[in-house]
T-cell receptor, first 118, second 114 residues
Framework: KAGVTQTPRYLIKTRGQQVTLSCSPI?????VSWYQQTPGQGLQFLFE???????NKGNFPGRFSGRQFSNSRSEMNVSTLELGDSALYLC?????????????????FGPGTRLTVL | AQSVTQLDSQVPVFEEAPVELRCNYS??????LFWYVQYPNQGLQLLLK??????LVKGINGFEAEFNKSQTSFHLRKPSVHISDTAEYFC????????????FGQGTRLTINP
């Protein structure tokens, strides 16, 4: 089975622009979560999507948004980029959504998209 | 709310020596516990996890961790490290019942010297 794929792997943008990152989960997985990794703040949860619906959201401003398509692929968008948005954005997929099962479901991470804002 | 503290930001070790990476957590609810490894320019790979049962859990690459409920700790150990273990290691917790989201520690950079 192919793993989680993220495109593009590297991206350079300037302040004020917007950016869209893409994540394709493992085949059969329906939950996709996004994380931001920065040297200062570490790894922080952005949001989780399941069946095209946002299930959970982290503490990020409204400039950060996402969506999920019927094939479970997900995109995240950051508008009006700031220098502090420079980070590695990681996507993780899981078979089911949080709160839908008492059994543990592992999250599998993609390689990430490294966004640099100049 | 949950929080995770990794007590050492950097740990240098000589090859074939033992290593322990420390992790303490705080949570008002029952949690799952994890250790992830991140190699340069890569995503996160799960090393091991504690869900329930035996407090000593074994993972990949010869790593193991012990869950200590009274001390709210989940320290990672390896008896003999290899150059290829050089990476960043993250301890994480996740609410058993609630959100899928992982709460991570700040990471420990493990450097193996020959």
């Amino acid at each position: 089975k192919a793993g989680v794929t993220q495109t593009p792997r590297y991206l350079i943008k300037t302040r004020g622009q917007q950016v869209t990152l893409s994540c394709s989960p493992i085949s059969g997985h329906r939950s996709v979560s996004w994380y931001q990794q920065t040297p200062g703040q570490g790894l922080q949860f952005l949001f989780e999507y399941f069946s095209e619906t946002q299930r959970n959201k982290g503490n990020f401003p409204g400039r950060f948004s996402g969506r999920q398509f019927s094939n479970s692929r997900s995109e995240m968008n950051v508008s009006t980029l700031e220098l502090g948005d420079s980070a590695l954005y990681l996507c993780a997929s899981s078979p089911v959504a949080s709160g839908t099962s008492t059994f543990y479901n592992e999250q599998f991470f993609g390689p990430g998209t490294r966004l640099t804002v100049l | 709310a949950q929080s995770v503290t990794q007590l050492d930001s950097q740990v240098p070790v000589f090859e074939e020596a033992p290593v322990e990476l420390r992790c303490n957590y705080s949570s008002s609810v029952s949690v799952y516990l994890f250790w992830y490894v991140q190699y340069p320019n890569q995503g996160l790979q799960l090393l091991l996890k504690y869900l329930s049962g035996s407090t000593l859990v074994k993972g990949i690459n010869g790593f193991e961790a012990e869950f200590n409920k009274s001390q709210t700790s989940f320290h990672l150990r390896k008896p003999s490290v290899h150059i290829s273990d050089t990476a960043e290691y993250f301890c994480a917790v996740r609410d058993i019942q609630g959100a899928q989201k992982l709460v991570f520690g700040q990471g420990t950079r493990l450097t193996i010297n020959p």
